[in-house]
């Protein structure tokens, strides 16, 4: 990825996806940036997991505290949790607010079991002016340098 601009944005709500969006950055550089929603998600899990099940039905954008800026980036990595089978709703707003005409999105999520599901064809469907590779599946915070590099050596 040498003299591509990189950006690694993430949502993370228990600290597994920010975990790995930090093995990412080790492996392959680039500045990181943290999606945080205006009204945080309570610690409750199971309050979490009802919450996140109605924003989803809703296709809700939670409204963030930075909207990020991505223009001077190439290569964005995108990082989630996986939330009733597709990427988090902060997620969702970032996707959204953000212009990814001409970008490559390398994205990556964190799961408790289910897998990826239909995270990454919702990515692409946000974002379709955009080259989304194949993303990057971990399961809760198993992630490893080495399979970051593995799964990046196909894609760059």
């Known amino acids: 990825m040498a003299g591509k601009k990189i950006l690694i944005a993430y ?6 996806t920010k975990s790995t969006a ?16 205006v009204q945080q998600y309570p610690n409750d899990y199971n309050e979490v ?12 954008k939670p409204e963030l505290i930075k909207k990020g800026d991505i223009s001077g980036y190439d290569t964005i990595f995108i990082g989630t949790p996986v939330w009733w089978w ?6 969702r707003t970032f ?9 490559t999105i390398m994205p990556f999520c964190t799961h408790g079991g289910g897998g990826a599901s239909s995270t990454y064809l919702d990515i692409q469907k946000l974002c379709p002016n955009a080259d989304v ?3 990057y ?17 196909g894609l760059i």
């Open 133 to 135: 590779k194949e993303g």
């Open 49 to 60: 997991v009802a919450i996140a099940k109605k924003e989803k039905a809703q296709n809700f």
């Open 95 to 103: 996707l959204s607010e953000n212009d990814f005409t001409g970008k």
């Open 11 to 16: 949502y993370s709500y228990s600290g597994n």
């Open 137 to 153: 599946t971990t399961y809760n915070n198993s992630a490893t340098e080495n399979e970051i590099k593995n799964w990046l050596e």
């Open 22 to 37: 930090e093995k990412i950055q080790s492996v392959v550089g680039g500045d990181l940036f943290e999606i945080k929603p």
């Open 86 to 91: 597709t990427f988090a709703t902060p997620v």
